[in-house]
């Protein structure tokens, strides 16, 4: 059963970059059928799709975002990484990590989430 | 770029049907597919309706979707309703650079 868990601090400081990263089991982040992704969701609100890596790097952006993010990925460890530069309090958010099949766009396995809080 | 628009809030009695809208700003409802996720409290979102219409395996046959041309806007429906499908309901599309989430409709089954 294919399984996502993110990991990365809990605490970011105004003006610093966010490093998240995705652990992928249960299956390859090498599938040519998906896209890996990120959405977040501020406490109470809505989800807000970040961006998305293929497992060769081709990457696609929020355009809202695209300024201040960085997607890589490492098929080695199954990985894949969310940069986010220059946050600030409006960044604080539940940050999930998908499986985003390309085919319909359809985000169909998410992680857990993991809060992050912009705060100095 | 669009915005899918969703009512706020819905509310109705166990047993009964409820719809929930969502309305594409610009661009043809039909030309890209329409998601819903359900999100519990605390929970991450799950699939209940993908491609337009299509249910995953596991997601009750008390849960359909449809899109309206005329519209322009995209409906979930959930019959028979269970005090379980209290929750959050987005909708979800995408065009060639984007991808695009409703605001989200919080159900209430009371």
């Known amino acids: 059963q294919l399984q996502l868990q993110e990991s990365g601090p809990g605490l970011v400081k105004p003006s610093e970059t966010l490093p998240l990263t995705c652990t992928v089991s249960?299956?390859?982040?090498?599938?040519?059928?998906?896209?890996w992704g990120w959405i977040r969701q501020p406490p109470g609100k809505g989800l807000e799709w970040i961006g998305s890596?293929?497992?060769?790097?081709?990457?696609y952006y929020n355009p809202s975002l695209k300024s201040r993010v960085t997607l890589s990925v490492d098929t080695s460890k199954n990985q894949f990484s969310l940069r986010l530069s220059s946050v600030t309090a409006a960044d604080s958010a539940m940050y999930y990590c998908?499986?985003?099949?390309?085919?319909?766009?359809?985000?169909?396995?998410w992680g857990q989430g993991t809060l992050v809080t912009v705060s100095s | 770029n669009f915005v899918l628009t969703q009512p706020h809030s819905v509310s109705e009695s166990p047993g009964k049907t409820v719809t929930i809208s969502c309305t594409r700003s610009?661009?043809?409802?039909?030309?890209?597919?329409i998601q819903w996720y359900q999100q519990r409290p605390g929970s991450a979102p799950t699939t209940v309706i993908y491609?337009?219409?299509?249910?995953p395996s596991g997601v009750p046959d008390r849960f359909s979707g449809s899109i309206d041309s005329s519209s322009n806007s995209a409906s979930l429906t959930i019959s028979g309703l269970k005090t379980e499908d209290e929750a959050d309901y987005f909708c979800?599309?995408?065009?060639?650079?984007?991808?695009?989430f409703g605001g989200g409709t919080k159900l209430t089954v009371l």
């Open positions: 998908v499986r985003d099949d390309f085919s319909d766009s359809e985000y169909d396995c």
């Open positions: 249960g299956g390859s982040i090498s599938s040519s059928d998906y896209y």
């Open positions: 890596i293929y497992y060769r790097g081709n990457t």
């Open positions: 610009s661009g043809s409802i039909d030309s890209n597919y």
């Open positions: 491609e337009d219409k299509q249910r």
């Open positions: 979800q599309s995408y065009d060639s650079s984007n991808q695009v």
